[in-house]
């Protein structure tokens, strides 16, 4: 959890010092138990490995992840797995495997949890929906993920939200509502302790200010 954390904050380095601990320390998956803290311990990596860049190795531990959790019936983490999963193959480029993998996380974490995933689900099919011309879609989906984040206190989350309804409002021509939710995702970030994350709210901040 330490080197998700460390991740979260843009620290890829610390992040994938962390997890390559924790894996090296994980026993092999052999029972449901093992195979928990298994598949975590690579599903935190993936966001390290996401951060440095790294995407298809982020990709690869993901898969990995939810196939020990589906084969150990571990519902509610795979659902969390696949969101992230979606996460990285969007970034990829592949949209219709990330479209297909939110919707089933979404199905899955709005059945039986966790929330928490739900919004990162929400906000890749929001991703989708724009890369498909769908753009009130992709308000509604990023709405709903603001909004999942905002009622779990996860300041970090609906901040990444906001960045995404800052770049649709931009896109839009609503340049004073993107102001808006940059400075507001900005804040968010800061107290988040996500400094690398702030400066890139900030620094688009300035752009817009510049081209307005």
């Not at 990596?45 to 992840?65: I, T």
């Not at 592949?94 to 993998?101: C, M, N, S």
């Not at 739900?118 to 509604?140: M, P, W």
């Not at 800052?166 to 609503?174: F, I, T, V, Y």
Request: aromatic share 8%.
């Amino acid at each position: 959890m330490t080197g998700l954390v460390w991740a979260s904050r843009g620290d890829w380095q610390r992040g994938l010092e962390h997890c390559g601990r924790s894996l090296s320390r994980s026993p092999d998956p052999i029972n449901t138990a093992c195979c928990l803290a298994f598949a975590c311990c690579l599903a935190f990596a993936s966001q390290a490995e996401r951060e440095k860049g790294d995407l298809e190795k982020s990709v690869q531990d993901l898969k990995q992840a939810t196939a020990l959790m589906t084969d150990h019936r571990l519902l509610p983490m795979k659902g969390w797995a696949m969101a992230w999963l979606a996460e990285a193959l969007f970034e990829t480029g592949r949209h219709a495997d990330a479209r297909k993998l939110a919707e089933e996380s979404l199905e899955i974490c709005l059945r039986v949890g966790p929330p928490f995933a739900a919004g990162i689900a929400q906000r890749v099919l929001g991703r989708v929906a724009l890369t498909e011309g769908r753009s009130t879609d992709g308000r509604a989906f990023f709405e709903q993920s603001l909004s999942t984040f905002e009622s779990l206190g996860s300041e970090f989350e609906a901040g990444r939200t906001g960045i995404e309804l800052a770049r649709l409002s931009r896109s839009e021509g609503d340049s004073s509502t993107a102001a808006d939710y940059l400075s507001r995702a900005l804040g968010r970030f800061e107290i988040a302790g996500a400094p690398v994350y702030a400066e890139r709210a900030a620094a688009a901040a300035g752009h817009l200010e510049t081209r307005t």
